[in-house]
């Protein structure tokens, strides 16, 4: 018998006891130790049970990763039958906001037309919105907020969102949510928090938006696509910028898991409309309500009062609001572009690029108040085209309301 290490090493490096010995010591020893415990798990019928579990997930896990080839655990929404095929072209919408902007509508619609012949789906991400907060969480807001967004961008191109599938993240989610929510707990695994968090969130920050970008990789794999388009690098999906976080996760989960295992890794393009932004008031002080955007629902009246409003320095192209405009919504969707002007200002001019429009701003040869009036009169247009749009449909209309009023809700509580 032997009471501490150093006379067990002696006696066996000294010959005394063999290596026999020495094993079948250390079995006894720990048989005695673990007795208690085999006890327990056959005595006792909870135990027992977990133990029986234990020991069938391992057999589980055993024929999983038999074959060279382990499939990976994803919601499949080819499967559940929420989408047509995959290989389509998948554009996010933005998070929820009580006050949707045109810029919101343009961007979406700029999105999806990168995706070519594509399939192409646009994504509501209701739940993320819930778990970054979005519209205080509010379930009726963050719904009535998609109401206002599609019917807006149906008026805007109806041609294009003819051709567009929109699928609701809680539906999609729902049609087999233990597939996914494991798909979201193994990327959460994968990855380092540094990663998920990316430059701009700070550890004092709400956990949310890391959530929801491990939610927004298991998304693009339930869609399986063959591409995305993401905003540009100065894109804010989440409140902290988040596009080239995502961007970076999506493109390694691929890279570092998914291609392993058969799938293969989407085309992650970047792209936005052309800004519409009226102002640039770096002095939040100098900051108005909303004379610096024009929103989803502005009355055409605004088409007029805001573009008065904007800035339009004489021969400035670096920043000329009229000018984008005039591009988004006559060039855009038009082949030219009519200013008119009075006979001392070289009269009618007809133009039908963005290039030719800068460079007579730029000599002088167009006016700021004759290309803000052409620019104007596209506005009171584009937005009387979205209001018919709304009035057009109950269910639209009683939405924007109900925005309206979480909007007015939520600035008392800032009060």
């Known amino acids: ?19 026999q010995n020495l094993k079948k010591g250390l079995t006894d020893g720990l048989n005695e130790l673990l007795e208690p415990v085999r006890q327990h798990f056959t005595n006792d019928e909870n135990a027992r049970t977990l133990l029986a579990q234990v020991r069938q997930f391992k057999k589980e896990d055993l024929k999983a990763t038999s074959s060279d080839e382990k499939e990976e655990r994803r919601l499949n929404l080819v499967a559940t039958g929420k989408i047509s095929s995959a290989g389509g072209h998948v554009v996010f919408a933005p998070l929820p906001t009580a006050s949707p ?18 399939k192409k789906i646009l994504f509501l991400s209701d739940w993320s919105a819930h778990v970054c907060s979005s519209c205080d969480a509010d379930k009726k807001a963050i719904a009535a ?3 206002v967004l599609l019917s807006g961008l149906r008026s805007l191109d109806p041609a294009l969102m003819d051709d567009v599938t929109v699928v609701t993240q809680s539906d999609a989610i729902l049609s087999d949510p233990s597939n996914y929510w494991i798909s979201v707990i193994n990327i959460g695994r994968h990855f380092r928090l540094d990663d998920i968090m990316g430059p701009n969130m700070k550890d004092s920050d709400a956990v949310g938006p890391v959530v929801g970008r491990l939610m927004r990789v298991a998304d693009v794999m339930g869609l399986d696509p063959a591409s995305i388009a993401l905003p540009t690098a100065a894109g804010d999906v989440d409140g902290f910028g988040g596009a080239d976080v995502d961007e970076n996760i999506i493109g390694r989960y691929y890279d570092e898991k998914l291609i392993a295992v058969g799938m293969s890794k989407p085309d992650l393009l970047r792209g936005d409309a052309l800004p519409i932004i009226l102002q640039q008031r770096e002095i939040e002080a100098h900051k108005t309500e909303n004379d610096e955007y024009y929103l989803m629902d502005d009355p055409k009246v605004n088409g007029k009062s805001k573009m008065k409003k904007a800035f339009c320095e004489p021969g400035n192209i670096e920043f000329c609001p009229p000018i984008m405009v005039a591009t988004t919504f006559g060039l855009g969707g038009k082949s030219q572009i009519l200013i008119h002007r009075s006979e001392e200002n070289g009269g009618d001019v007809t133009y039908s690029t963005k290039d030719e429009l800068e460079r007579d701003f730029e000599s002088g040869a167009l006016h700021p108040g004759d290309l803000k009036a052409a620019a104007s009169a596209l506005m009171v247009e584009t937005l009387d085209k979205i209001t018919a749009g709304m009035k057009a449909d109950a269910d639209v209309t009683k939405a924007s309301k109900a925005l309206k009023a979480f909007e007015k809700k939520m600035s008392k509580k800032k009060k």
């Open 1 to 19: 018998t032997y009471s501490d290490f150093a006379s067990v090493k002696s006696a066996f490096l000294s010959g005394e006891m063999t290596e």
């Open 101 to 118: 902007t045109l810029q919101m509508a343009t961007d979406i619609l700029a999105r999806l037309a990168l995706g070519g012949d594509k």
């Open 145 to 147: 907020y998609h109401t």
